[in-house]
T-cell receptor, first 109, second 113 residues
Framework: RKEVEQDPGPFNVPEGATVAFNCTYS??????FFWYRQDCRKEPKLLMS???SGNEDGRFTAQLNRASQYISLLIRDSKLSDSATYLC??????????FGTGTRLLVSP | DGGITQSPKYLFRKEGQNVTLSCEQN?????MYWYRQDPGQGLRLIYY???????QKGDIAEGYSVSREKKESFPLTVTSAQKNPTAFYLC????????????FGPGTRLTVT
């Protein structure tokens, strides 16, 4: 089983739609979780950290489910500018972060 | 402006040549990392460093070397021993290692022919 698994997509949604991505992780000892956004041929940029209680930043909501070992990202009122690849990132013990291969989102007019 | 810089943005080399990629940060971060990204794949860790004059191999260190002589700088050398060097190379830094968010430079796209 991969350390971090994501549905590669693409998820095609119209502007204004709500879309959700899930990501599963294999290491039950993981303590830190993040979502990054990566535009085509650019570097990943931190979108949000995921806390145990879940957290919200504007249109974006992240949730953590430790029992089932997955994290989710919900995007409300999608904008054209949300089109990107969303990377799920989990720390693999103390040593490093493990990056998922990403879920591609395409928002159309 | 605080941030991470990588140079050059694009680099072309002939097979058999060593090449050094630059990474500098002014965020006062202790930890620095090098990743490589291939099309359709996730980021893979090459080397990381928690502190000056110390660094550890990541998952795919073969054919690469690094140095950490200054806190701000973590250059990566891609040697001729690296079998498939053509890739997008990303440098990152974080306050500490492991649990902290990592911040990335703009990357260097290396093409070896």
């Amino acid at each position: 089983r991969k350390e971090v698994e994501q549905d590669p997509g693409p998820f095609n949604v119209p502007e204004g739609a709500t879309v959700a991505f899930n990501c599963t992780y294999s290491n039950s000892a993981s303590q830190s979780f993040f979502w990054y956004r990566q535009d085509c041929r650019k570097e990943p940029k931190l979108l949000m950290s995921v806390y145990s209680s879940g957290n919200e930043d504007g249109r974006f909501t992240a949730q953590l489910n430790r029992a089932s070992q997955y994290i989710s990202l919900l995007i409300r009122d999608s904008k054209l500018s949300d089109s990107a690849t969303y990377l799920c990132v989990v720390n693999a013990g103390f040593q490093k972060l493990v990056f998922g291969t990403g879920t591609r989102l395409l928002v159309s007019p | 402006d605080g941030g991470i810089t990588q140079s050059p943005k694009y680099l072309f080399r002939k097979e058999g040549q060593n090449v050094t990629l630059s990474c500098e940060q002014n965020l006062n971060h202790d930890a620095m990392y090098w990743y490589r990204q291939d099309p359709g794949q996730g980021l893979r860790l090459i080397y990381y460093s928690q502190i000056v004059n110390d660094f550890q191999k990541g998952d795919i260190a073969e054919g690469y070397s690094v140095s950490r002589e200054k806190k701000e700088s973590f250059p990566l050398t891609v040697t001729s021993a690296q079998k498939n060097p053509t890739a997008f190379y990303l440098c990152a830094s974080s306050m500490g290692q492991g649990a902290y968010e990592q911040y990335f430079g703009p990357g260097t796209r290396l093409t070896v022919t």
